[in-house]
């Protein structure tokens, strides 16, 4: 099985990691990882901020990059579901584009859905000791529909106590293009994540999408909050020795 890795721009350039301990993972379990030239931004945030056009033109070359692809497998819920949704919405009147894009849509999963409901995989023998929140990004709930396969990673993880959070359904505030035109509101909402998780007594925020973990890390540097923030990835990958 030959997997085409979809890095994202924010683990590329902010959480390599993440991206690092994806790699590992999966050739650990014997998948055959490449990482196609010249993919680039899936178009997400011009898509969301009305840039129609340029949104549409990172939306061409990303299927033509990975159209070749038996899976394409992201450590981004939120990047993930836009390949997989919207790219039929955004080539609608496209029938060519559309045609492509529903048929690479059915081989585009989130990392942790990848590795539960495709290779049936839960237990990779990690172990990390500490108390850990998980943070349910709105993408991946809501629009990607994916939340079980992270939390069924994680309790396979010896050591690792997994606390629930008091209000889980808490956006973080990030929102992609909202944290730059409303970076008030963004600070205020990823602070009430922030006092969730240090109530939990939780010193590790672990997540499955990028964006959330940068802004949430962010704000508890700024607070100097004792907490620990990782990719669901990265943290499978150092309790599993790989990192």
């Known amino acids: 099985m030959r997997v ?9 350039i902010f959480m390599p990691r993440a991206g690092l301990g994806m790699v590992h993972i999966l050739e650990r379990l014997g998948i055959d990882v490449t990482f196609p030239d010249g993919h680039t931004c899936c178009g997400q945030p011009q898509w969301n901020s009305g840039y129609q056009a340029e949104a549409e033109a990172l939306g061409r070359h990303f299927l033509d990059v ?9 450590p981004s819920g939120s990047c993930t579901a836009i390949v997989r949704h ?7 009147d496209d029938p060519g584009r559309l045609a492509q894009a529903r048929a690479l849509a059915p081989r585009v999963y989130e990392f942790t859905e990848f590795l ?3 290779l049936g995989t839960e237990d990779l023998g990690a172990s990390l000791k500490g108390r850990a929140a998980y943070h349910a990004s709105c993408h991946m709930t809501r629009m990607l529909g994916v939340t079980e396969p992270p939390l069924k990673l994680l309790r396979q993880v010896r050591g690792l106590d997994l606390v629930p959070l008091a209000h889980p359904e808490l956006c973080c505030g990030f929102g992609g293009t909202f944290a730059v035109k409303s970076p008030e509101l963004s600070v205020a909402m990823g602070d009430d994540k922030l006092e969730d998780v240090v109530s939990s007594g939780a010193k590790i925020l672990v997540g499955a999408d990028p964006s959330c973990l940068l802004h949430l890390q962010g704000r508890a540097q700024r607070r100097g909050l004792p907490l620990r923030v990782m ?3 990265e943290l499978l990958a150092e309790g599993a020795g790989l990192l």
């Open 66 to 74: 990975f159209e070749g692809a038996d899976y394409v497998v992201s």
């Open 116 to 118: 539960t409901e495709v």
């Open 86 to 92: 919207t790219y039929p919405e955004m080539f609608r």
């Open 231 to 233: 990719h669901v990835a």
């Open 4 to 12: 085409a890795l979809f890095i994202t721009c924010l683990n590329d």
